[in-house]
């Protein structure tokens, strides 16, 4: 929200607030899932996505899957679901083929695709409750996003390699690679957007709070209730 304000956009903030977080706890859910080598996680979701309207049953609650899908569904705009619908497709696809990337340059290359894919559904569940249309806003998510997904790998690559999530064993060279592609990509950011530095630097360090306080993966893929009691704020 403090980026739309730096953009100078009116917007419907309790709705806008509403919609991204009922989003980022699915991601999260998600992301948990596909790390505990469930990846047939994101075609459930798709086949859950093909229904626009929100089921609420006793299924309802069978899976934290399930039930962050629902209420991401009930968070999303008519004239936004279908678009929105189609980039998570998009996004399934690309995670795919980062898991199958072999090699560093094409890991690189696949995790900005998924950053930018992810902010760009962020952009579209917040377009409704914007006075306008805005360009810069979408490119400039698109843009953080990319460079999101490159801190995240830089935390994340070891662990990802203990866990089996690489087709490939990456050297030295491959982490320098990595770690000189993303103060590039983060230093053109800061260089564009300086006013909002103050904003990026704590986003880096909740991710690295994130990598040294999370627990391993879960089969499961369930929830703690800290995150039961988001969802019920946004269903």
Not at 122 to 134: A, F, G, M, V
Not at 201 to 224: E, M, T
Request: a positive charge; charged letters at 25%; one cysteine or more.
């Amino acid at each position: 929200m403090r980026c739309v304000d730096y953009f100078g956009i009116n917007c419907n903030r309790v709705t806008a607030k509403d919609g991204l977080l009922a989003y980022y706890i699915f991601i999260g859910v998600i992301d948990n899932a596909l790390d505990s080598a469930h990846i047939e996680t994101g075609r459930l979701v798709l086949e859950y996505l093909k229904a626009p309207l929100p089921w609420v049953g006793e299924a309802y609650a069978s899976s934290d899957v399930k039930i962050v899908t629902e209420t991401l569904k009930s968070n999303i705009s008519e004239e936004s679901y279908f678009s929105i619908q189609e980039k998570l497709g998009r996004l399934y696809q690309r995670v795919l083929r980062e898991r199958g990337a072999t090699s560093i340059r094409e890991l690189i290359r696949f995790r900005k695709a998924v950053g930018a894919l992810t902010a760009d559904v962020s952009y579209l569940l917040i377009q409704s409750s914007l006075d306008r249309e805005h360009k810069g806003l979408r490119r400039f998510m698109k843009k953080v996003g990319a460079v999101g997904c490159l801190i995240d790998s830089v935390i994340d690559l070891g662990a990802d390699r203990r866990l089996g999530l690489l087709r490939f064993q990456p050297s030295i060279a491959d982490y320098a690679q990595l770690i000189r592609h993303t103060m590039i990509a983060s230093l053109r950011v800061l260089f564009m957007y300086p006013a909002l530095f103050g904003l990026f630097l704590p986003a880096i360090v909740d991710n690295l709070r994130d990598r040294f306080g999370r627990r391993q993966p879960v089969a499961s893929g369930r929830i703690v209730p800290h995150g039961k009691d988001q969802l019920a704020r946004v269903a």
